[in-house]
């Protein structure tokens, strides 16, 4: 009776470890599935913020070519591409950066989620700082 007891006991702690390291291999796979899908929609943010950043210098240059006049730093493009807006600031910031009328209305609006500042130079700024983009 007592060995029937300890082969039932060794068959039971077998089978819940069996379902234990199956569980981890399985929470384990869903870990590395969901850093995966993280890491490959940040990689995709960054190829569409860096095509942003392009065709917003290409912009940029083709405007200040043709006269453009920056001096209140307008809003460059309400969406230069899907989702993102394209504002020309001073390097500070200055009040006219702020005042609505010089700012991309659609990203006040929050219809365009993203926006990329560049100062008169095509250099992207970042709250104010010149970014090495």
């Known amino acids: 009776?007592?060995?029937?007891?300890?082969?039932?006991?060794?068959?039971?702690?077998?089978?819940?470890?069996?379902?234990?390291?199956?569980?981890?291999s399985i929470i384990k796979e869903g870990v590395r599935r969901a850093v995966f899908e993280a890491e490959t929609k940040i990689n995709e943010i960054k190829s569409h913020?860096?095509?942003?950043?392009?065709q917003a210098r290409i912009l940029l240059d083709a405007r200040l070519k043709s006269g453009y006049d920056l001096e209140n730093r307008p809003c460059l493009s309400e969406e230069i591409v899907p989702g993102w807006a394209v504002d020309v600031?001073?390097?500070?910031?200055?009040e006219t950066d702020r005042m609505p009328k010089n700012q991309c209305q659609l990203f006040l609006q929050k219809k365009v989620k993203n926006i990329i500042f560049l100062d008169e130079y095509g250099h992207v700024i970042d709250n104010g700082i010149k970014l090495g983009l």
Not at 49 to 54: F, G, Q, S, T, V
């Open 89 to 94: 600031v001073h390097q500070p910031f200055e």
């Open 49 to 54: 913020k860096l095509n942003a950043i392009n």
């Open 1 to 24: 009776m007592i060995k029937k007891l300890i082969s039932y006991f060794i068959v039971i702690v077998a089978g819940v470890a069996i379902l234990y390291y199956a569980n981890v």
